[in-house]
């Protein structure tokens, strides 16, 4: 009697069978949406460190009355995406700058529109989740692509949403970071460079610094950082933490640039 090799080796779901499931359980909440998945292809014939993202047909849409939702995954079709590189410029393009940076992040109602950057263009005023999809292959994990959840209207945060899909996605063997930014903090001569989830606290901040600070103490540390007009403002609780990101992320921006100055 031959066994059939599928009875005794079980398959193995491919990843965008496994997202195109979470897809399908995903809670909209009865609101207008859009995720779609982007695949990191990496080019054998390439010595570069990055991936192409490359838009797949794995895809949802939910109460697209006027098709404006259909008109933003059209221009993602159309559109030419730039390597993405260790240092390459992804401008404003979030599915990018997940895939550069590895780490979620979300477009709410505080983020300031330009337009004249083509993305910005694209998406409109419309609200948008990115985070990174990891896949663990024997030799660690490894990225595989970016989920993109779009909203018609722009929401206040989207934690709630990723913790939906990450949740949707570690059932099934899939893994994604949390969502944060990238900080980068100034002492002397030297930079550091460390990432902070969104709900971090000062005490969080505090941690990271003196892991390779070693000689500086919590007690005598004051953050700055400069705002959107210029001005240094200091970081001395967990309101003025989050005030700091939230503003980093209405600009757009990739990471938070921070100084310490030593109280006396």
């Not at 359980?25 to 779609?36: D, K, M, W």
């Not at 990723?162 to 990238?182: A, P, V």
């Not at 002397?188 to 390779?212: G, N, Q, W, Y």
């Amino acid at each position: 009697m031959v066994v059939p090799a599928a009875s005794i080796f079980p398959l193995v779901p491919t990843t965008e069978s496994i997202i195109s499931e979470a897809f399908d359980e995903f809670n909209f909440h009865e609101e207008p949406g859009l995720l779609q998945f982007w695949a990191c292809i990496i080019l054998s014939d390439t010595e570069d460190i990055g991936c192409d993202l490359i838009l797949t047909d794995t895809y949802i849409y939910t109460r697209d009355y006027e098709g404006l939702l259909q008109d933003y995954r059209r221009r993602c079709l159309e559109n030419y995406y730039p390597f993405v590189g260790l240092e390459t410029s992804m401008g404003n393009w979030l599915p990018g700058r997940a895939a550069q940076t590895k780490i979620a992040d979300h477009r709410t109602i505080h983020y300031v529109l330009d337009q004249e950057d083509r993305y910005s263009a694209d998406v409109g005023s419309k609200g948008q989740l990115v985070l990174p999809v990891f896949r663990d292959q024997g030799d660690g994990n490894k990225l595989v692509g970016i989920i993109e959840y779009v909203t018609l209207e722009p929401k206040e945060s989207y934690v709630e949403d990723f913790e939906q899909i990450h949740n949707l996605l570690k059932d099934e063997g899939l893994n994604s970071t949390y969502m944060g930014k990238t900080i980068k903090v100034e002492y002397d001569d030297d930079l550091i460079k460390f990432t902070l989830p969104l709900s971090a606290k000062l005490t969080d901040l505090h941690k990271e610094v003196k892991k390779r600070f070693l000689k500086l103490k919590p007690q005598n540390l004051c953050f700055e950082y400069k705002d959107t007009e210029g001005n240094r403002l200091p970081i001395s609780s967990d309101e003025d933490l989050h005030a700091c990101m939230a503003e980093s992320s209405s600009r757009g921006e990739k990471f938070i640039r921070m100084r310490i100055m030593l109280n006396a």
